[in-house]
């Protein structure tokens, strides 16, 4: 099992910034990727950014050039830099971890990617 749980979410003024903070804990997983997404009530969730074990970001149109994405290897934790805060950007933010189970040496069997979320942060972005 994997525990992801998010931190840094609150509320900011237009054109602010906030950073994020997702760590991620457990055991019997390899984490293969890390990534941020985001939902409004009523609204589907969305990806924000993601970076996976080789170090490749994706960013949503929304977001490049505002939101940056890094990690720490060490800690299994991710961040997420957002500068240039638009009241568009409101949202629960959720940190999702993709996993792969550990299985023994040898194994023939290659499981599939699990994904474990965090219960989201909300960042608020209002004058």
């Known amino acids: 099992q994997v525990q992801v749980e998010e931190s840094g979410g609150g509320l900011v003024q237009p054109g602010g910034s906030l950073k994020l903070t997702c760590s991620a804990s457990g055991s019997g997983f390899s984490i293969e990727a890390m990534g941020w997404y985001r939902q409004d009530p009523g609204k589907e969730r969305e990806l924000v950014a993601q970076i996976t074990s080789g170090g490749r970001k994706d960013y949503a149109d929304s977001v490049k050039g505002r939101f940056t994405i890094s990690r720490d290897d060490a800690k299994n934790t991710v961040y997420l830099q957002m500068n240039r805060l638009d009241p568009e950007d409101t949202a629960v933010y959720y940190c999702?971890?993709?996993?792969?189970?550990?299985?023994?040496?040898?194994?023939?069997?290659?499981?599939?990617?699990?994904?474990?979320w965090g219960k989201g942060t909300l960042v608020t972005v209002s004058s």
């Open positions: 999702n971890a993709n996993c792969k189970p550990l299985v023994p040496e040898g194994s023939w069997f290659i499981p599939d990617y699990v994904d474990f």
